[in-house]
């Protein structure tokens, strides 16, 4: 995708979209840095927010399942057309789950989101959190990134079985990006 279609979308939609400039290759990579060592034990990515396809490019060269979801329908479209052997779902996580990814797919996925969380609609944000919060529960070993422009925790989850960490900051990406991780505490009873 153009960066001038991109800045349109940005237009129509910016809470949305979150940037004027598309995703960096920098953070593209920084996300495979911090999956990497997690797709040993798992055969499928689900990307969460799409987007330009920046990002999607790079995960489809690790080599596992690749399945996007999108809700934009212009953008979902083109990484469909780039990517034509990557599942491309043009819905939000929150119809996704169910309705076009299998329970058996997300129990054997990482969790790999750019959506811009701190630009969203409150109502939305909320939506979406219970959204991941559900994938984070699918199985012990469930493991969510995002990324943010922002210092602080761009999801910051009421559950205190939710572990947040900060794993890396991409200064090559405009604006500069931190990726965080999130996993769910189990307590052994």
Known sequence: MSRSSFFIEFIKKPRSIGSITPSSDALALGFCEAIRPYLNDKKNIIEIGGGTGTITRRLADLGKHLTVIEPNPALAQKIAAKYPKVQVVNSTIQAAIGQHISEKL?????FISSLPMVSLPKKETAEIKKALFYLLKKSKDSVLFQFTYRLGNPIPFRQSTISAKRVGLVL????PAHIW??????VNT
């Open 106 to 110: 997300l129990q054997d996925a990482v």
């Open 172 to 175: 090559r990406n405009i604006p």
């Open 181 to 186: 991780k999130y996993r769910m505490e189990h």
